[in-house]
């Protein structure tokens, strides 16, 4: 018994030194996603689960707008257990009522208020009210310098699919401003991104957003870049803009 304890502890010493080194060393587990489309629902119900490839993670949301005889759909993202990330124009114009959220594992929120909205960067803060919000998981915002080196993954609902796909690009290391500021608001970048993915994340290969898609045009996506999203979060006070 005394071997064998003695044994245990040996063991448990060498995990803990490879834990510590790998911490020193900065290296954490990459977000292991497919190299192309990754379909896993069928028509707007989401299949259970968590990871890539296969299931769509309990992080994202489907946003899903009923105006009249229309329906539109955007994406979005947990990024705490009751706030989403989403874009402003996926949202601009409609009524809470309106919006219905869906998840990964199939969870439907349907008593939805806005937290925060930003129409110049098209960014919006959506507040998740029902009673009951099963527990999921939520996305890092990066807190790093992100640079244009390494893949980068958009995430986000794409009609054509009729899926939530997973498209892999990398930054062009281009940033572009819009005609009211003359600094940089998005990223540019090649993962695909189409009508539906407004409002999904564009993650690094960590699964850290460093962005939020906004648009594509030609052969160039674009992504709310990380210092303006981060400057977004930091104006949310706790408070819903109802009270």
Not at 55 to 70: D, I, M, Q, T, Y
Not at 116 to 123: A, F, M, R
Not at 212 to 234: E, I, K, Y
Request: proline share 6%; with cysteine.
């Amino acid at each position: 018994m005394s071997r064998l304890n003695s044994f245990s502890f040996l063991l448990a010493v060498v995990v803990l030194v490879f834990a510590i080194a790998s911490t020193v060393n900065g290296q954490r587990p990459p977000f292991r996603v497919g190299e192309d489309v990754v379909t896993v629902h069928d028509g707007d119900v989401l299949t259970p689960g968590e990871g890539f490839p296969g299931p769509v993670p309990s992080w994202f949301l489907l946003v899903k707008v009923e105006a009249g005889h229309s329906t539109y759909f955007g994406s979005g993202t947990f990024i705490t257990d009751r706030l989403v990330l989403t874009c402003y124009h996926n949202i601009r114009g409609f009524k809470p009522d309106q919006i219905t959220l869906k998840n990964g594992p199939g969870d439907t929120f349907e008593k939805i208020t806005v937290a925060l909205q930003s129409p110049k960067l098209d960014l919006a803060l959506l507040y998740v009210e029902d009673k009951v919000v099963p527990y999921h998981r939520v996305l890092p915002i990066s807190g790093e310098d992100f640079k244009p080196e390494g893949s980068v993954y958009s995430v986000g609902f794409d009609p054509s699919e009729d899926a939530i796909c997973v498209y892999k690009g990398k930054l062009s290391g281009t940033s572009y401003s819009e005609r009211w500021t003359t600094k940089p608001v998005y990223h540019g970048h090649s993962a695909k991104v189409v009508q539906g993915m407004s409002g999904g994340p564009l993650v690094n290969h960590w699964g850290e957003i460093v962005g939020v898609n906004v648009a594509a045009s030609d052969d160039t996506s674009l992504a709310v870049n990380l210092t303006r999203l981060q400057w977004f979060l930091d104006q949310y006070d706790g408070k819903r803009q109802d009270e």
